[in-house]
C-alpha cells in the first residue's frame, strides 16, 4: 500500500467506485454495473489525464467529505453538482465542475450534494490503489462484488492513491447536462402480453419515478399497465433499460446493478442513447416515453457517441 | 433448435429457442452459449443463457443487430462435447430451523413431510442456468408430486444456502436475498466463491446435481 490516501470523513449516501462495468459474467449471474451515467464518466477521466479503465467515485445526492493524506493530487468533479474545497489552512473554495483543480496535503473535498439529478463522479489523475474483480473496478452492493468488500463507502476508511506527481495544468470544459423530454423506447419481447389501453397508457400518460428507485432499477408509477395474458413468463436474461410490468401493473426499468434474468414480461426497452439522462431522474420527475423503431435507436446512438466525442476532443 | 432472432432493445438479440422448457431444448442454448463463449466474438459483451432463451448483448459502437443477426445465423455449431456431465453432491440439513416452508408444502399438496423429502432427495437435478443473483444455479426437474407455486407474498430476506423449489424447479440461494420460492432445507456448501475468479460458480449450466441428507451435526461441523 502506498503512504497517499484520502480519509473518509463523511461517507454520503451510497458512495461507490465504478468505472464502465464488468463484461462477460452475466452467465454467472453478475450484472454490467458501472458508472450509471457514462458520459460524465467519461468526461472526468479526460479532464485529470486518465484513462477509462481507471475507476471514479460515483455518489448519489449527497456526496462524500474526503480529506487527503498525500502529495499533491489533480482532481476533477463532473455532474451538476456542488462542492465545496476546504484547504489546509483554512481557506474555504467553491467547487467548479468540469474543471481540474489541485489538492494537497491536508485539504478537504466537501461534496455537498447534486442538484436537480442523481449521480456525480470524483476523479484523480492516476486514480485509486484497489483490486479488480473479473477485470472491473464497479462496485455492485447487491451481490457484494467489487472493490471496498463489495460494499459502499463507510466513514474513517482509507482510500488509497496512486500519486503520479504530475505538472499541474488546468483543464477545462463547457458542459451543460441536458434535460430530456422524452425516454424514447423500443418494443418490448412481451409488448402483446398488454391490452391496447395499457401501451396506449405508455406513450400517452405521464409517469413519476418512484422513490423505490436505486443502481438496481427505477420503479416508475402511473396508469396501471393491463397485462392481457400472463403476468409471469420463464425466467429469461435482463440488460439495462428493460422495462418489465409485474402483476400489480406497475413499470420496473432495470438499470446497471439489473439481476441478471427475471421473470416478468417486458413491455418495452429504453434505448442506449437515453441511459444517461434516464438515470439521473431523481424521484417525484415526470416522464414520458416515446416508441422508436430500431433503426431510429441505432442512428441515435451513433448521434450520442459523436456528441460524446466532440466533448472529450474539447479537452486537451 | 433456435426458431427465432429478434431483438431486445438496440444492443441485444433474442434468440428463442421454443416455448417448451425441457432438457434437450435447453442443451442447444447451452451449445449455443458455450460455442460463443468460445469464438469470443468482437463486440459481444454478455452472453445470458436460460431455460429456453439467449441473450446476446452487444457493443452498438462495434456491431449492430444485422451485423450479429447474420454471424449467429451462420454460426456452425461444433459437434457436442463428449465429456461426461460433471454430477456435483450437495449436502443438505432438512432441520426444522432451515425447511421453511415444509409444513406450507405438506398442507398445500396433502403429503406428509417425510415423503415430500424423500421425493426430493430421491432425484438427480439438471442446471439450466445460472443467475438472478451471483451463482444461483436453476435445477430441475423435480418431481411431479411436489411441485407447487411460489410463495403469494415473498420473503424480504432469505437466509443465504436456502434451497427453495417451485413448479419444477429448485434453486439454492448463494446470498441472503429476498426471494419467494418455498424453502426445504440449507446447505453449508459455498456455491459461489468470489475470490475464485476463474471459477466461482460450483455448478453451471448443464451440471447435475445430487442432494444428500446431513445432519444439524454434521452440518455445524461442515465447514469447521
Given at each position: 500500500m502506498s503512504k497517499n490516501y484520502f480519509e473518509i470523513l463523511r461517507p454520503g449516501i451510497n458512495s461507490t467506485f465504478q468505472d464502465l462495468g464488468r463484461f462477460n459474467q452475466h452467465h454467472i449471474g453478475i450484472p454490467m454495473s458501472g458508472a450509471m451515467d457514462k458520459r460524465n464518466y467519461m468526461i472526468g477521466n479526460k479532464l485529470v489525464g486518465n484513462n477509462n479503465n481507471i475507476s471514479a467515485i460515483e455518489f448519489a445526492y449527497q456526496g462524500p467529505l474526503l480529506k487527503l493524506q498525500s502529495t499533491k493530487v489533480i482532481a476533477a468533479v463532473t455532474g451538476n453538482v456542488n462542492f465545496k474545497i476546504l484547504r489546509a489552512n483554512s481557506k474555504i473554495e467553491e467547487g467548479e465542475c468540469y474543471e481540474t483543480f489541485e489538492l494537497n496535503d491536508g485539504d478537504q473535498i466537501d461534496i455537498i450534494s447534486t442538484n436537480k439529478s442523481v449521480y456525480g463522479y470524483f476523479f484523480i489523475n492516476g486514480g485509486f490503489e484497489i483490486e479488480s474483480f473479473w477485470?472491473?473496478?464497479?462496485?455492485?452492493?447487491?451481490?457484494?462484488?467489487?472493490?471496498?468488500?463489495?460494499?459502499?463507502?463507510?466513514?474513517?476508511?482509507?482510500?488509497?492513491?496512486?500519486?503520479?506527481?504530475?505538472?499541474?495544468?488546468?483543464?477545462?470544459?463547457?458542459?451543460?447536462?441536458?434535460?430530456?423530454?422524452?425516454?424514447?423506447?423500443?418494443?418490448?419481447?412481451?409488448?402483446?402480453?398488454?391490452?391496447?389501453?395499457?401501451?396506449?397508457?405508455?406513450?400517452?400518460?405521464e409517469f413519476t419515478v418512484s422513490k423505490l428507485t436505486d443502481r438496481m432499477g427505477m420503479r416508475i408509477e402511473g396508469p396501471k399497465i393491463e397485462n392481457i395474458v400472463e403476468t409471469n413468463i420463464k425466467s429469461e436474461g435482463l440488460i439495462k433499460g428493460v422495462i418489465q410490468v409485474p402483476g400489480d401493473g406497475n413499470p420496473i426499468i432495470m438499470l446497471s446493478d439489473y439481476g441478471t434474468v427475471g421473470g416478468y414480461p417486458k413491455i418495452a426497452v429504453v434505448i442506449s442513447a437515453d441511459h444517461d439522462r434516464l438515470t439521473q431522474l431523481t424521484p417525484g420527475s415526470k416522464i414520458k416515453f416515446k416508441l422508436v423503431e430500431l433503426n431510429e435507436a441505432e442512428n441515435l446512438y451513433k448521434l450520442y457517441e459523436i456528441e460524446t466525442k466532440n466533448i472529450l476532443n474539447q479537452i486537451r | 433448435m433456435l426458431k427465432n432472432i429478434s431483438n431486445l432493445g438496440d444492443s441485444a438479440l433474442y434468440c428463442d429457442f421454443g416455448n417448451e422448457i425441457n432438457k434437450e431444448t435447453n442443451s442447444y442454448v447451452i451449445r449455443y452459449f458455450k460455442n460463443l463463449q468460445k469464438l469470443n466474438l468482437k463486440g459481444i459483451?454478455?452472453?445470458?443463457?436460460?431455460?429456453?432463451?439467449?441473450?446476446?448483448?452487444?457493443?452498438?459502437?462495434?456491431?449492430?443487430?444485422?451485423?450479429?443477426?447474420?454471424?449467429?445465423?451462420?454460426?456452425?455449431?461444433?459437434?457436442?462435447?463428449?465429456?461426461?456431465?460433471?454430477?456435483?453432491?450437495?449436502?443438505?440439513?432438512?432441520?426444522?430451523?432451515?425447511?421453511?416452508?415444509?409444513?406450507?408444502?405438506?398442507?398445500?399438496?396433502?403429503?406428509?413431510?417425510?415423503?415430500?423429502?424423500?421425493?426430493?432427495?430421491?432425484?438427480?437435478?439438471?442446471?439450466?442456468?445460472?443467475?438472478?443473483?451471483?451463482?444461483?444455479?436453476?435445477?430441475?426437474?423435480?418431481?411431479?408430486?411436489?411441485?407447487?407455486?411460489?410463495?403469494?407474498?415473498?420473503?424480504?430476506?432469505?437466509?443465504?444456502?436456502?434451497?427453495?423449489?417451485?413448479?419444477?424447479?429448485?434453486?439454492?440461494?448463494?446470498?441472503?436475498?429476498?426471494?419467494?420460492?418455498?424453502?426445504?432445507?440449507?446447505?453449508?456448501?459455498?456455491?459461489?466463491?468470489?475470490?475464485?475468479?476463474?471459477?466461482?460458480?460450483?455448478?453451471?449450466?448443464?451440471?447435475?446435481?445430487?442432494?444428500?441428507?446431513?445432519?444439524?451435526?454434521?452440518?455445524?461441523?461442515?465447514?469447521?
Open positions: 477485470k472491473s473496478f464497479s462496485i455492485n452492493t447487491t451481490a457484494q462484488i467489487g472493490p471496498n468488500d463489495g460494499t459502499k463507502f463507510r466513514l474513517n476508511q482509507k482510500l488509497f492513491i496512486y500519486n503520479k506527481e504530475i505538472k499541474f495544468q488546468k483543464k477545462k470544459i463547457e458542459y451543460l447536462n441536458s434535460k430530456i423530454e422524452f425516454i424514447r423506447v423500443l418494443k418490448g419481447t412481451n409488448f402483446n402480453y398488454f391490452s391496447e389501453e395499457g401501451t396506449n397508457n405508455l406513450f400517452s400518460k | 459483451t454478455n452472453l445470458t443463457p436460460s431455460y429456453n432463451k439467449l441473450i446476446i448483448s452487444y457493443d452498438l459502437s462495434i456491431i449492430n443487430f444485422q451485423d450479429i443477426k447474420k454471424k449467429i445465423k451462420d454460426l456452425k455449431l461444433k459437434e457436442k462435447e463428449t465429456k461426461e456431465a460433471k454430477i456435483i453432491k450437495i449436502p443438505i440439513c432438512l432441520d426444522e430451523e432451515f425447511s421453511l416452508d415444509l409444513n406450507r408444502l405438506s398442507k398445500k399438496l396433502k403429503i406428509e413431510k417425510d415423503n415430500i423429502i424423500q421425493s426430493f432427495l430421491n432425484k438427480e437435478y439438471f442446471c439450466y442456468m445460472t443467475g438472478f443473483i451471483a451463482g444461483m444455479p436453476f435445477l430441475g426437474d423435480t418431481r411431479e408430486n411436489i411441485r407447487l407455486n411460489r410463495l403469494e407474498t415473498p420473503r424480504v430476506k432469505v437466509p443465504k444456502g436456502s434451497i427453495g423449489i417451485t413448479e419444477q424447479f429448485c434453486n439454492i440461494y448463494t446470498y441472503e436475498s429476498p426471494g419467494g420460492w418455498n424453502i426445504i432445507g440449507n446447505t453449508p456448501v459455498k456455491i459461489f466463491d468470489k475470490s475464485n475468479q476463474e471459477n466461482p460458480a460450483l455448478i453451471n449450466p448443464g451440471d447435475r446435481v445430487i442432494f444428500y441428507r446431513i445432519s444439524k451435526q454434521e452440518y455445524q461441523k461442515y465447514n469447521e
